[in-house]
DNA sequence: AACTCAGACAACCGCCTCATT
DNA sequence: TAATGAGGCGGTTGTCTGAGT
């Protein structure tokens, strides 16, 4: 009956991945690709749990994920999202290629909540803190429903000056069954709103054509103009490399050419690992007499690429 | 220098849905 | 059809780091 158990949980490692745990991940997922997850560390070699080594992979290793603070323009759309979505992490993820869920609502909980509390506006509900009650919000916070009102739409828009997301309403009436009474009743206070207003030509083409939202992306990663702001020194992609020594980290990456590569368009964030032909050479080129200090002085497109890396 | 504290984020846990047997 | 597990998801915890004292 039934299938077998993802793993047997005895002597299996937990906690941070090791530099060396991430190599295998990559090599046997690049070698195999994605499949069956519950075989994979037993595979790869790696004393993991599958799980844990599928959400390695979702969550950092991912060659097309996108590391580093969101920028300005993610973080509008994570604030627009959340107000029609609620917590659904990974269907806001879903609108930002390169982002995972989990990053996401950790950017959400330690960034752009205490930003809104900041502007007086209640994270949960999205309405002004000072017009709603604690009561409303506790009662609110307990059944998590995204709410939207013209009103709060108004002032998120004005404060925060959000621009027209490529979101469309059908995926909030393509929704689970237990999910579509809230999220109608959401529906009727948010299609009437700016923001919605903002969404009409998408919603009216993307009807038409039936689409489901769950079914086909709305955001391609080459349709995506990402502002490109300056690159924060405080990204964490480098501190939480587990190695004392990055560079040589980068050692097993040499056959860059297995990697899915992206075209870039000069004016965008890259999505996806843009890493030149040469990429390897220059990365052996760096080890070879310690030019780490080189790291230092490299442009923004390079220090992503490196960051991507890592 | 040592300690405390808070912020940030990676990773885990438990639940749910759906596919499989 | 029921039982069971895989995969996905959201909430929570653990760990690391840097700032402040």
Redesign the pocket.
């Known amino acids: ?7 047997d949980k005895v002597g299996l ?5 090791t530099a060396e745990e991430d190599k295998k991940l990559i090599n046997f997922i690049l070698n195999n690709g994605q ?4 075989a994979v560390p037993k595979l790869a070699g790696l004393l ?5 080594c ?3 992979w ?3 290793l991912r060659p097309d994920l996108k ?1 580093g ?1 969101l920028s300005e323009y993610e973080e509008k759309m994570v604030i627009d999202l959340h107000a029609q979505l609620g ?5 806001i ?1 879903s609108h930002l290629p390169g982002r995972t ?3 996401i ?3 959400w ?3 752009i909540k ?1 930003k809104l509390k900041k502007m007086g506006i209640d994270p949960i509900t999205h309405k002004p803190l000072s017009t709603i009650t604690i009561d409303q919000t506790h009662t609110l916070e307990q059944e ?1 429903q995204p709410i939207g009102e013209e009103k709060n739409q108004d002032i998120l828009l004005a404060q925060m000056d959000i621009e027209s997301s490529p979101i469309d309403q059908s995926e909030i009436k393509s929704e ?1 069954d ?1 999910n579509n009474n809230n999220i109608n009743n959401n529906n009727n206070n948010t299609m009437g709103t700016n923001c919605a207003n903002n969404f009409d030509s998408t919603i009216m083409e993307v009807n038409n054509n039936g689409f489901c939202i769950d079914e086909v992306p709305l955001i391609e990663p080459h349709e995506i103009l990402v502002q490109e702001s300056t690159p924060s020194t ?4 480098f ?2 490399s ?1 190695s004392s020594n990055i560079l040589e980290d980068l050692k097993f990456l040499s056959s860059f050419d297995e990697w899915p590569l992206m075209e870039n368009n000069n004016n965008n964030m890259g999505f996806g690992w843009e890493i030149n032909n040469d990429f390897s050479s220059t990365l052996d080129f760096l080890l070879e007499d310690d030019h780490s200090d080189m790291m230092n002085n490299v442009t923004f497109d390079e220090s992503w690429k490196f960051e991507q890396l890592l």
């Not at 009956?1 to 793993?7: A, K, N, V």
């Not at 490692?13 to 991945?17: A, E, M, Q, V």
């Not at 499949?35 to 519950?38: S, T, Y």
């Not at 405080?234 to 992609?237: E, H």
């Open positions: 009956m039934g299938r077998q158990p993802c793993c490692k937990k906690g941070p991945w499949c069956c997850w519950r993991r749990c599958g799980k844990s599928r959400l390695r979702t969550n950092y590391r603070l917590n659904r992490w990974s269907k993820a869920d989990n990053e609502k950790n950017h909980n330690t960034h205490k998590n689970d237990d405080s990204s964490s992609s501190t939480s587990s």
